[in-house]
């Protein structure tokens, strides 16, 4: 018998005794891997349960799910259990809403590699999702063995991620592993998150002291990965503490992220707190703003606001599409009527 409180579960309160609790390994299409009482097991969704008109979340990595137990065959999933962290992306299918990437995990790592793959905006949106989830992101600089100094990505990474650890590692020499140490305790799970070719795979054979997953090379000319990880995987390290490895996302886009905007911008959020002129301002070009004031003292670097109002009605336009679309009409043409302004007053004509 498998002890399910190894992987992390807390038996549920007043339990069917005609159900089990398990664990989503891995998710293939509608069919999952899952560990239970019985050790490991493949399972089918329970068609009533999840597409009748009280459907509940569809399981991905790291859910803790309920199960009719069948001995030879597929066992079926008849329930998904509350969640404490989600990852959630917009789905890159269109019309399909919000994509659960992993559940039920303590820490999200952020990977991007110390070549070409580095981009601060990319992290910010990271950071945003991840704030999101309810769990506490960490930020790894993956391959330090192929940059000679990475002291300026480490401080830039910083000043983006305030209280967040920011930890230049290296899976080929092992530099940096040790300060993992603290994350990957008995019974916690961490995510690994990233665009593919960042090393997470190299990572997990790492922390395993195996090879637990197929490494690809990057192409040199632009430092892309070959996708390696082909569906998210949970897996149980040597220490006690599990993993869930996620394919490389190209496509990261924002769902509802009010209170990871919030924690992942803090600096531009405590501006906007500041009182403007107008009560109404708009923080674009009118007089008296506190956010073009804090832009132009260079309190506030003007990428950082670039970055948090692109993710912002990015955010706007996945919860209601048709008003963000009214709010960008209206914002063109106070843009437009601003130009014409700033024309006349330059040709000396009347306004």
Not at 78 to 87: D, E, G, M, N, Y
Not at 118 to 143: C, D, N
């Amino acid at each position: 018998m498998t002890d399910l409180t190894i992987y992390g579960y807390q038996p549920i309160e007043d339990p069917d005794p005609a159900f089990l609790p398990a664990r989503v390994t891995a998710v293939h299409r509608e069919r999952c891997e899952l560990i239970c009482a019985h050790g490991p097991v493949f399972g089918r969704l329970k068609t009533g349960a999840y597409y009748g008109p009280e459907a509940v979340d569809f399981p991905t990595a790291g859910d803790f799910v309920l199960l009719q137990y069948v001995g030879h065959g597929d066992s079926i999933i008849t329930k998904t259990l509350p969640r404490r962290s989600v990852f959630l992306r917009r789905d890159p299918t269109p019309g399909r809403g919000e994509q659960a990437v992993a559940a039920n995990f303590d820490t999200c790592f952020l990977m991007t590699s110390l070549n070409q793959n580095f981009r601060l905006a990319r992290l910010e949106r990271y950071l945003t999702l991840a704030w999101q989830s309810g769990a506490q992101p960490v930020i790894l600089l993956t391959k330090s063995d192929l940059v000679e100094d990475f002291t300026e990505q480490i401080e830039c990474a910083g000043e983006i991620a305030m209280g967040v650890e920011v930890i230049a590692l290296s899976a080929v020499t092992g530099y940096g592993l040790q300060r993992l140490a603290p994350y990957l305790q008995p019974g916690k799970t961490v995510v690994f998150l990233g665009s593919s070719g960042v090393g997470k795979s190299s990572l997990l054979n790492a922390l395993m002291g195996e090879a637990a997953m197929a490494v690809q090379e990057i192409r040199g000319e632009d430092s892309r990965g070959r996708h390696t990880t082909t569906h998210r995987q949970l897996f149980l390290l040597p220490s006690g503490a599990m993993v869930i490895d996620t394919p490389g996302m190209r496509e990261l886009g924002m769902w509802d992220v009010s209170t990871g905007l919030g924690a992942a911008f803090a600096d531009v959020e405590e501006v906007l707190a500041r009182p403007c002129r107008f009560n109404d301002c708009k923080h674009g070009t009118e007089p008296g703003c506190a956010v073009l004031a804090a832009i132009h003292s260079g309190e506030l670097p003007a990428e950082r606001w670039e970055g948090y109002t692109k993710l912002k009605r990015e955010a706007r336009w996945s919860d209601d599409p048709e008003g963000a679309l009214r709010e960008k009409w209206a914002r063109n043409k106070a843009i437009a009527q601003w130009s014409r302004l700033q024309k006349n007053k330059k040709k000396g004509g009347k306004i």
